[in-house]
């Protein structure tokens, strides 16, 4: 099995979802456009849970242990959301203009800059940012920490990249199975990719 391979792939809910974290159980998918975040079964992609969050566009999110993140273009913020009700538990202003991605790395929140090719580390409570990451790439769409390294999706390039957590230097790349990569999640084996090109979710390999 190589990097990249699709081990699983099915249709997402709709268009255009920017962001996806998983919880343990389930796949969240949060669409940008018009703003909807869903708990989806991994196996099928069914729809268990579906609300709307606090602003559309949102961009990227990621899940905490016990809530879930998301970013929103429209407004500039991060917010912590309920995982039931979608109701706001925190919010706090995004470091830079056009956040793209979120990650969790167990203690604070990884922001993407889309743009600037650099990401910030946060701290959760109030977004002070703690430490700035340059990164290979201004494009990438989605984070995700794997407990050791992020990995981000590069649209322009149509690749998935492995990034040191501290140096921001590439560790490895593979290419997308479709263009137009956004929204990736980590599930403790796997990496969970979404495609513009053809509006499907993939569980991808990673070695």
């Given at each position: 099995?190589?990097?990249?391979?699709?081990?699983?792939?099915?249709?997402?809910?709709?268009?255009?979802?920017?962001?996806?974290?998983?919880?343990?159980?389930?796949?969240?998918?949060?669409?940008?456009?018009?703003?909807?975040?869903?708990?989806?079964?991994?196996?099928t992609?069914?729809?268990?849970?579906?609300?709307?969050?606090?602003?559309?566009?949102?961009?990227?999110?990621?899940?905490?242990?016990?809530?879930?993140?998301?970013?929103?273009?429209?407004?500039?913020?991060?917010y912590?959301?309920?995982?039931l009700?979608?109701?706001?538990?925190?919010?706090?202003?995004?470091?830079?203009?056009?956040?793209?991605?979120?990650?969790?790395?167990?203690?604070?929140?990884?922001?993407?800059?889309?743009?600037?090719?650099?990401?910030?580390?946060?701290?959760?409570?109030?977004?002070?940012?703690?430490?700035?990451?340059?990164?290979?790439?201004?494009?990438?769409?989605?984070?995700?920490?794997?407990?050791?390294?992020?990995?981000?999706?590069?649209?322009?390039?149509?690749?998935?990249?492995?990034?040191?957590?501290?140096?921001?230097?590439?560790?490895?790349?593979?290419?997308?199975?479709?263009?137009?990569?956004r929204?990736?999640?980590?599930?403790?084996?796997?990496?969970?990719?979404?495609?513009?090109?053809?509006n499907?979710?993939?569980?991808?390999?990673?070695?």
């Amino acid at each position: 099995m190589a990097a990249g391979d699709v081990l699983r792939s099915w249709s997402d809910p709709g268009a255009s979802a920017a962001g996806r974290a998983w919880d343990g159980r389930c796949l969240w998918w949060v669409r940008g456009d018009d703003g909807v975040a869903a708990q989806l079964d991994p196996l099928t992609g069914a729809v268990r849970r579906s609300w709307a969050p606090p602003a559309a566009n949102s961009q990227g999110a990621c899940w905490d242990g016990r809530c879930l993140w998301t970013v929103a273009a429209s407004t500039g913020m991060v917010y912590q959301l309920d995982p039931l009700t979608g109701a706001v538990r925190r919010s706090w202003a995004a470091p830079s203009s056009l956040p793209t991605g979120l990650a969790w790395d167990g203690r604070t929140v990884l922001v993407f800059a889309y743009g600037i090719a650099r990401i910030y580390q946060c701290n959760p409570l109030t977004g002070a940012v703690l430490r700035t990451i340059t990164v290979p790439r201004s494009d990438y769409s989605g984070l995700a920490w794997d407990g050791q390294a992020i990995y981000a999706a590069s649209t322009a390039a149509n690749q998935v990249h492995r990034i040191h957590a501290l140096t921001g230097a590439l560790l490895a790349s593979f290419a997308s199975p479709a263009a137009g990569p956004r929204g990736c999640a980590w599930d403790g084996r796997t990496i969970w990719l979404g495609c513009d090109a053809t509006n499907l979710t993939y569980q991808l390999a990673v070695n």
